[in-house]
């Protein structure tokens, strides 16, 4: 911020848009990095036990930080004077994400509550089969 008088103070905090965009960018390149090393030689990855699946792993939450970068956007938009098309065409595209990517939210829960999912006591997909009696 060296363009910035020396009378004024600018935080992040203040600008929920500018964290959301800066939040999408790095979790897109998080995807994007987990991808690109599930795909590489076994060599490539150092042969680690499992390195695959640690990669996947990360991959889920990066794709779910994502869905709370937008709605941070989501947030900001209104104090930010935007037109409301632009709100219609994140919902739009949320939509569209969550249709390519079904369950995704509860594949991060998995991963993030597995305690709970693991007795059933979660919100995923285990509760729901306990609940329904399997």
Known sequence: MS????DVEWSPAD?????AVSE?????????????????APAARADLLGAQQ??????????????AAER???RALPELGMDAIVGQVLDRAREQYLEALPGIQDMRNAITQFDE??????????????????
């Open 54 to 67: 640690i990669d996947a792993r990360n991959m889920v939450f990066a794709l779910v930080q994502l869905l």
């Open 3 to 6: 363009d910035l008088p020396a």
């Open 15 to 19: 600008h929920p848009y500018s964290i």
């Open 117 to 134: 999912g693991a007795k059933g006591q979660g919100h995923g997909l285990q509760r729901r089969e306990v609940e329904a009696g399997a």
């Open 24 to 40: 999408a960018w790095w979790w897109r390149s998080a995807v994007r990095l987990a991808i690109m090393r599930m795909n590489a």
């Open 72 to 74: 941070l956007q989501q």
